[in-house]
């Protein structure tokens, strides 16, 4: 019987630790959902359409919360598109056209001129915090 009990007792102990002690690894995000590198910032996307076109300009919508999931209101962002498999960078100039409120971005002129593999570089200002998002596609 005191055996069970040391036995319970360490278990009891380590199941304490596992929610008392601080997280050493970084925050992992749900699917959809992709951290900056620094942790800064958190981001999802909506696209006007779906699956994602090619040759046809089209809308997006961005939302970027902080590292408390708090909205970043009035951030500038910048986009940069690479195809690893081309070398090829975004043909065309994506924009923020404006800032919805509540960490919502709307941007304008999302264009990919071919299919496969991209990855955009979501750069992103606000106050003094400068952070980069890696978004993965496949179109």
């Known amino acids: 019987m005191k055996?069970?009990?040391s036995k319970l007792l360490l278990i009891a102990l380590i199941v304490l630790a596992s929610f008392t002690l601080p997280a050493v690894?970084?925050?992992e995000a749900p699917p959809g959902v992709w951290l900056s590198q620094s942790g800064s910032y958190r981001l999802s996307y909506s696209s006007q359409y779906f699956p994602i076109p090619t040759e046809t300009p089209h809308e997006w919508i961005l939302y970027i919360l902080d590292g408390n999931r708090r909205p970043i209101e009035n951030a500038v962002i910048e986009i940069h598109g690479y195809h690893?498999?081309?070398r090829e960078i975004l043909?065309?100039?994506?924009y923020i056209s404006s800032h919805l409120g509540r960490g919502a971005?709307?941007?304008l002129n999302m264009y990919f001129h071919q299919r496969g593999d991209w990855e955009l570089n979501i750069?992103?200002?606000s106050g003094s915090k400068i952070d980069s998002v890696i978004v993965p596609l496949s179109i």
């Open 123 to 125: 750069v992103i200002s």
């Open 105 to 107: 971005y709307q941007v």
């Open 84 to 86: 690893p498999e081309s």
């Open 91 to 94: 043909s065309r100039m994506t």
């Open 25 to 27: 690894a970084q925050e």
């Open 3 to 5: 055996i069970i009990l």
